[in-house]
């Protein structure tokens, strides 16, 4: 700050006194480089404060960069968020790293610096913050109908007083009416913030209205600061009190929404790792123990897949998602046939030995993926297309778990289809149904029990490719899902897809609507006593089945 | 990558004499330190949830005793390592302990990550009169004679990080979030830090506090609350001391439902290079953590300490991280104290360490101080997009640790001081009297 209070302008970078004159200061600087847009005297060296080590120099020099505008100010802002932006260690010579080279970073020529004396500028949350309002302020002039939008978004989120004349002479420029109504909010926000110039009560009443009418989180937290501030008119306080009861209000509401949104999410977590379960418990009847191996197998298929997409061909990367689908399903069908065929098979009719014999192997998989590719995580990425979330009303509605969600559902349909639509599906139903009869009747059950499990794996693997999307991608992946997955083939009812269906639901939206209330580490235990009651009332579940074959 | 992870599970399958056996032989093939070996144990976890964690700190100790032979062992005699592996399973640790202890008589132990598994050891230790050195950061309020903590206090972690958040770099935090998992560090942590925010000015109503279970996936509902809770108009910052395997997708949900760290910053206590590893880091940036060490710290024995690692495990990727400098701390402050003292008797071992020094990785020192924890820098770190952390401040010095919380009612007056004349654990300055035996 010392070195800076010395240079002109920068002198005004006080903070209060910056508000009042900002508006009017940009204004000028604006008029004087549209007269004469390269003089160098005109404009201040306001990049030599990047060049010092202080982050509050660093911050307040982004600050005089957007204020002053000109074309080497957006350049310069995205180097420095993305870490291209390098100084000399001495003097003040900025360079940005550009991907053939080094370009000036004052003039935007190509420069060959001594890379020896150069170092990265400093970046904290305080300087991104101020760039990511410095980049708001320039492109709202100067960026696409999405990019100002985007601006006016953020400048609503801040609500920095300081930003009101930039909304003004926005707001005076646009026609666009999505753009006017954020842009609105955004100057209703920054009206009711502290270091707001003072305003006469009936404008802050419309800026309370106007909020109030947003709804939502930022509105809220305008509000109730507003509420709380002695720079407003008591009249307004006590609207912006009111304001914020009325939409907590509707939060309230749309929160049991967003309850039944993370509870369905849940629910179709369980439903993927417990579906592979179902068919090969559910309907084979063998107690796979390595059932969240297989998963895991599936997601480290998905990690391969993407790191073979990203050597061969990096533009596809973010589809390797697309692949990995067919590529775990296929890796964990086969795997499973291995497993039927060497293992399971000799143990049919003895569920202890089966239980044991492939919880041996689930350690034995564990033991091998942390020998092939290390103890530690590895790194799934989410695809840029599966990242962020959306609104949906109040419901804010995340695309990964939406994803997921419609995989489920899907995967569901599919299996669905299989088992009652295909020769394949009528021979599994009537080997599990009736073994000897089938095999009377010239179905190879051997061969069926083997694709049956492989079918069962092969959806597990799926469950995997999901699961790496969301959660941890390590050796343990599997353990955290196994007891999950039984308790939920258990609960809807053995041998039941719907059953299956019903039971993930129930359990996805019961844990989520309890965890609010009592917290998750109770909401967990609760939801165990709850279902072992349940259980004990219903032991088949909640769809058993029903006939002859049941019994035995 | 696979000559690596086959060589080094190879390692974690062997038995606990081979494994021992084969740190001997290599000890035995550069040859200058002559006689019987000077036995000493390494009590991490191989297998198990902590495996992830633990079996670094046990390959660090591998490391330095290979280096120390290579040098000429201790009092020329060559060392020994013997590894056990107390698989992630509390109970274990104890008896491994003992294993160690009144078995091989090793001459001191380096172990334990978890609290719980200290607390299981420590009776032992006690009893047999073993030597521990801690390289974990820890939640405090235990000064046992027979544990030297070498990682943080909380006095050396927890509040300088809170400071941080409070500051304006930090971003002037007005309220706060502590997030963890529901085990006894984080409780304690907790409990220390909504003491410590109560003192500087912070509401009850600002502090939020939630527990989660170990292992904990889906983060759904809790970051939907942090967001409502970050809406109230003032600064927001989020503590976490979620622990291990929950943080990625804690951190996935955090990115998914648009939190970065320039809206709520989340400062982490358990959150180092080694867990970032396996995360996707672009959404993350901004995110902080506290430690006494980073890798990114640009000193020359950092370099070097790292490039003896890289060339140890024989992969240029691998990545240090602070409960490794801890452990680095803690093993040289021994080799000092046995040559010191000429002996690696127990009593006379652990009455040489306090006020010794032995530098740190990142430039600095640390010194032993009376009540077994010693003196470290703190770091806050930011998280970058290539895995590692680009320190954004630190404390002007070292920060002495300090076993009993002073934010802490029942613990305010207490200190620890293994020399004499007082030689207690939990001395209490007010009534001038050693509160007995129960140190912890």
């Not at chain 1, 953020?154 to 842009?183: E, G």
């Not at chain 1, 404008?203 to 989180?217: E, I």
Request: some cysteine.
């Amino acid at each position: 700050m010392a070195e800076f209070a010395m240079s002109g302008p920068a002198a005004l970078s006080g903070r209060k006194m910056r508000n009042g004159v900002r508006g009017i200061f940009a204004a000028v600087l604006l008029s004087l480089l549209f007269i004469q847009p390269h003089n160098a005297r005109a404009d201040e060296d306001v990049f030599a404060g990047l060049a010092t080590t202080q982050f509050n120099t660093i911050a307040s020099s982004v600050d005089q960069i957007a204020q002053q505008g000109g074309p080497r100010a957006l350049p310069v802002l995205r180097a420095l968020a993305d870490r291209k932006l390098f100084a000399t260690r001495e003097g003040d010579g900025l360079f940005i790293r550009t991907d053939s080279g080094w370009e000036d970073a004052r003039s935007g020529a190509s420069a060959t610096p001594d890379e020896e004396t150069l170092r990265p500028v400093r970046v904290n949350n305080r300087v991104r913050l101020a760039v990511a309002a410095a980049e708001a302020e320039l492109e709202l002039v100067s960026g696409t109908p999405a990019e100002r939008q985007a601006s006016a978004m953020l400048f609503y989120q801040r609500h920095d007083p300081a930003m009101l004349p930039a909304i003004d002479k926005a707001l005076s420029k646009t026609d666009d009416v999505t753009l006017k109504n954020t842009l609105q909010d955004a100057r209703a926000a920054a009206l009711l913030s502290p270091g707001a110039p003072v305003s006469d009560a009936q404008a802050q009443q419309q800026a309370v209205a106007k909020l109030k009418a947003a709804g939502g989180l930022d509105a809220r937290g305008v509000l109730a600061q507003a509420s709380t501030s002695e720079a407003l008119d008591p009249a307004t306080r006590k609207a912006a009190e009111a304001a914020v009861s009325s939409i907590d209000f509707k939060l309230k509401l749309w929160g049991f929404g967003q309850d039944a949104f993370y509870g369905l999410s849940l629910g179709s977590v369980l439903l993927l790792a417990a579906m592979g379960l179902a068919i090969t418990f559910g309907v084979m009847g063998v107690i796979n123990m390595a059932h969240g191996e297989l998963m895991m197998i599936g997601a480290y298929t998905t990690w391969l897949t993407q790191k073979a997409v990203l050597s061969v061909a990096p533009a596809l990367g973010s589809f390797s998602l697309v692949l990995a689908i067919p590529a775990a399903f296929l890796v964990c069908g086969a795997l499973g046939i291995v497993i039927e065929r060497g293992l399971i098979r000799f143990l049919y009719g003895r569920p202890l030995e089966t239980l044991l014999a492939t919880w041996g192997l689930s350690l034995i998989l564990q033991q091998v993926i942390r020998s092939l590719f290390g103890p530690t995580n590895v790194a799934v990425t989410t695809p840029p297309w599966l990242s962020g979330s959306f609104h949906l009303g109040g419901i804010e509605v995340t695309i990964d778990r939406l994803a997921i969600m419609i995989f489920a559902v899907v995967v569901m349909a599919g299996l669905m289809l299989v088992l009652r639509r295909t020769p394949l599906g009528l021979e599994m139903r009537a080997v599990t149904q009736n073994r000897r009869m089938a095999a009377l009747m010239g179905i190879r059950t051997a061969r069926v029990d083997a694709l049956t499990f492989g079918l069962g794996s092969g959806i597990a693997g799926l469950a995997g490719v999901a699961v790496s999307q969301i959660d941890n991608v390590s050796p343990n992946l599997g353990q955290s899902y196994i007891i999950d997955s039984f308790l939920v083939v258990v609960f809807g009812g053995v041998g039941n897809l719907w059953g299956t269906l019903a039971a993930a639901a129930t359990l996805g939206v019961g844990g989520k609507a309890l965890e609010p209330l009592v917290g998750a580490v109770s909401g967990k235990i609760l939801l165990l006593v709850l279902v072992i009651l349940y259980i004990q009332r219903h032991p088949r579940g909640m769809f058993p089945l029903r006939g002859r074959g049941v019994e035995s | 990558m696979s000559p690596r992870f086959s060589r080094r599970d190879f390692t974690k399958f062997s038995l606990a004499a081979s494994a021992a056996m084969l740190a001997g032989v290599r000890g035995a093939a550069a040859a200058t330190p002559k006689g019987e070996p000077i036995r000493i144990g390494v009590l991490h976890s191989l297998s198990g949830t902590m495996a992830i964690s633990e079996t670094t700190l046990k390959d660090v100790i591998l490391m330095l005793v290979e280096l120390q032979n290579r040098k000429g062992g201790v009092l020329g005699r060559p060392l020994e390592a013997v590894v056990v592996d107390p698989a992630s399973n509390w109970p274990l640790f104890a008896e491994k302990a003992r294993q160690l202890l009144a078995v091989d008589k090793v001459a001191s132990v380096f172990g334990c990550w978890t609290s719980v598994s200290r607390k299981s050891v420590l009776p032992v230790f006690e009893e047999l009169n073993g030597i521990l050195f801690y390289p974990v950061q820890y939640e405090g309020q235990e000064c046992s004679r027979n544990v030297f903590y070498t990682g943080a206090a909380p006095n050396q972690q927890a509040i300088p990080a809170v400071d941080y958040l409070l500051s304006a770099d930090g971003g002037g935090a007005k309220r706060f979030a502590l997030i963890g998992t529901d085990y006894v560090y984080p409780r304690t942590t907790n409990q220390i830090l909504q003491n410590y925010l109560k003192s500087k000015g912070i509401a009850d109503a600002d502090i939020m506090v939630n527990y989660t279970p170990f292992g904990q996936s889906d983060w759904q509902t809790i970051v939907s609350q942090l967001k409502a809770f970050g809406s109230a108009g003032k600064k927001t910052a989020v503590v976490s001391t979620i622990n291990g395997d929950a943080n990625v997708p804690f951190y996935k949900e955090l990115g998914a439902q648009g939190i970065s760290a320039t809206d709520i910053p989340v400062m982490a206590f358990s959150v180092g290079e080694e867990e970032l590893a396996g995360m996707d880091t672009k959404p993350l940036v901004g995110q902080l953590a506290a430690w006494n060490y980073f890798e990114s710290i640009d000193s020359p024995a950092n370099k070097s300490f790292i490039k003896e690692w890289h060339d140890y495990t024989k992969n240029p990727k691998r990545t240090t991280n602070d409960p490794m400098e801890a452990s680095y701390i803690g093993f040289n402050l021994w080799v000092q104290a046995v040559e010191k003292v000429g002996s690696t008797d127990h009593d006379k071992v652990i009455d040489a360490m306090v006020g010794l020094k032995q530098a740190n990785l990142t430039g600095g020192t640390a010194q032993v101080l009376p009540n077994h924890h010693i003196t470290k820098p703190v770091y806050i770190g930011e998280i970058q997009d290539d895995g590692q952390f680009n320190v954004v401040w630190q404390t002007p010095k070292e920060v002495p640790g300090m076993a009993w919380s002073p934010y802490v009612p029942e613990t305010k007056n207490l200190i620890g001081d293994w020399t004499r004349p007082v030689s207690c654990g939990n001395y209490d300055t007010v009534k001038k009297a050693c509160l007995g035996a129960k140190h912890g």
